[in-house]
């Protein structure tokens, strides 16, 4: 049976122009109540209605100086996905003077009246990924436990902790999606699908490089950048300029050669021959690792070595691709509650 989204409360409609800043002004105090972290410090955020850096640059993730082109794409509504999750933490230890930093800046300095769904991960939003690599993530959970006891994080706290970051998100405005079994990136990418079905441009709020593979024309990231104490805008022109190739492609190259961070293995562990610069060379003839594995399955692709891994290793590879590639059909039909509030 498929999964329908659960609303943790209505959608609203979109408030005028700073309001939601200035309810944010007015609630503020609500998370200056004794802190959940395991330091117990005072998590308050600070707000002010100042627009930095000026949207037409920054904040559209191009310059002032616009082709026809460019312009049109730039007349596009904007619709922004907040991934809750990576904020509330500050490295591994959960905290809400983290939450709280971060989610003044973007409502002060990046999303001022734009409409903002706010995204949780689901309960056990692992588990289908983890069926298929056990490894998945693996490393998160032994650096948590390597944690000293007295810095941990209270279950009872945490879900204190939970529940306060949804009652101040309700209080700024922003409806939230949180869907059981699945991760906040897969819920994401389906939305994604549905708002530009609708025309709207996206922007995706999160520290978690698994959604460049989602960057386009009409889809950006903005970063929460810690050594800068500030958001800042990552879009397909950064992409290009970093990687050298288009986003498919780049999902490709983590398949071959692996995602440490995430505890999935690369191909350069059973043929340590087998790299970087081999895999950009096959990629950039063939486009993507499907299109590179059906032709290494009919004719020689590359050396013998590379032709015995694509080969040999071709479920493995396939199942990488499982597993890091975000999944866009979470359920069978998006809730129209989620899409058709926006003003």
Request: with cysteine.
């Amino acid at each position: 049976m498929a999964s329908h989204p659960q609303i943790q409360y209505a959608p609203f409609s979109l408030p005028p122009r700073n309001s939601r800043t200035q309810k944010v002004k007015t609630w503020k105090s609500l998370l200056s109540l004794p802190s959940l972290s395991h330091n117990q410090a005072t998590a308050t955020c600070k707000f002010n209605s100042t627009l930095y850096p000026p949207k037409n640059e920054i904040c559209d993730g191009e310059s002032t100086e616009k082709k026809s082109e460019d312009n049109k794409i730039s007349r596009k509504k904007r619709v922004f996905f907040l991934d809750v999750n990576p904020l509330c933490y500050k490295g591994n230890i959960p905290s809400l003077d983290s939450f709280a930093h971060w989610i003044s800046l973007f409502f002060s300095q990046v999303s001022l009246d734009d409409p903002v769904i706010a995204v949780f991960d689901g309960e056990n939003g692992n588990d289908y990924r983890r069926q298929l690599l056990p490894s998945y993530k693996a490393n998160r959970r032994k650096l948590s436990q390597q944690v000293p006891a007295s810095q941990r994080f209270p279950r009872s706290s945490f879900g204190r902790s939970h529940k306060l970051t949804l009652y101040f998100l309700q209080k700024c405005n922003v409806p939230v999606v949180k869907i059981e079994g699945h991760e906040a990136d897969d819920v994401v990418a389906t939305l994604i699908e549905q708002v530009l079905q609708r025309g709207y441009r996206v922007v995706i709020a999160s520290p978690d490089k698994d959604f460049k593979q989602l960057i386009s024309e009409d889809v950006q990231i903005v970063m929460p950048v810690p050594e800068l104490d500030r958001w800042s805008f990552y879009t397909l022109k950064h992409y290009i300029a970093q990687y050298s190739c288009d986003p498919q492609s780049d999902l490709s190259l983590r398949c071959i050669l692996g995602d440490e961070v995430d505890g999935v293995p690369g191909i350069q562990h059973f043929v340590p021959g087998f790299g970087r610069k081999t895999a950009l060379k096959l990629l950039k003839k063939h486009g993507s690792l499907d299109n590179l594995l059906s032709a290494a399955a009919v004719r020689t692709v590359g050396r013998q070595y590379a032709q015995e891994a694509l080969t040999n290793y071709a479920n493995f590879l396939r199942r990488n691709y499982e597993v890091l590639s975000l999944k866009k059909y979470v359920w069978s039909k998006c809730s129209p509650l989620v899409i058709l509030r926006f003003n």
